[in-house]
């Protein structure tokens, strides 16, 4: 498939997959909601970056480079994510080696999922 139009159409997908994102589990509070289906949010968007990025790659490259990258990525994400029972809020813990305990907004204990 020809780049010159594969760019524009990833992009526009892109966009709109972040804000779909953005309204399904930022501002949306159901947090039933956001525990069944952001894991499968984030692979989409991963799924989707890597075959973006693959394109007209060396398959070693998307092998031992990008692959790798992505999933380590998409695993940090869903393992760094949380969703407060008490308020809705989607919770982000920066730290790589800590689970966030508290929520941010309320001060509810998190749960672990």
Do not use: H
């Amino acid at each position: 498939m020809n780049r010159d139009i594969t760019f524009p159409i990833f992009f526009i997908f892109w966009i709109a997959l972040g804000i779909a994102g953005s309204i399904l589990f930022y501002f949306n509070k159901n947090v039933q909601f956001k525990k069944k289906y952001f894991r499968w949010y984030v692979i989409l968007a991963g799924v989707l970056f890597t075959l973006f990025a693959g394109m007209g790659a060396p398959w070693q490259v998307v092998l031992f480079f990008i692959l790798p990258a992505v999933s380590l990525i998409t695993f940090l994400n869903i393992r760094n994510t949380t969703f407060c029972d008490n308020c809705g809020r989607t919770v982000f813990n920066n730290t790589w080696f800590s689970k966030a305990e508290y929520c941010a907004k309320c001060g509810a204990k998190l749960k672990a999922d």
